[in-house]
């Protein structure tokens, strides 16, 4: 949960692989929403709640996270 970038190919959990085919404007349109709600609910909202896979985080815990993980895709797609 540091600010390290995550390392280039790292390999994806098997639950995570995307196996069919996606309309790219709706994933799009999803994903700007959820950037939308995550501002909406601040910095507090995150402070302290439990990651699935991490336990509890800091509200900065969270925003690394946040950032790496979205840079990372953005990253891998040349966006």
């Given at each position: 949960m540091n600010e390290k970038p995550y390392?280039?190919?790292?390999?994806?959990?098997?639950?995570?692989?995307?196996?069919?085919?996606?309309?790219?404007?709706?994933?799009k349109e999803r994903l700007i929403n959820y950037l939308v709600k995550t501002q909406e609910l601040g910095e507090g909202y995150f402070d302290g709640k439990e990651s699935h896979s991490f336990g509890a985080l800091t509200k900065s815990q969270?925003?690394?996270?946040?950032?790496?993980?979205?840079n990372?895709?953005?990253?891998?797609f040349g966006v």
């Open positions: 390392p280039k190919n790292s390999r994806t959990a098997p639950q995570f692989l995307v196996a069919k085919q996606k309309n790219f404007i709706e994933e969270w925003n690394n996270m946040f950032y790496k993980h979205l990372h895709h953005l990253t891998q």
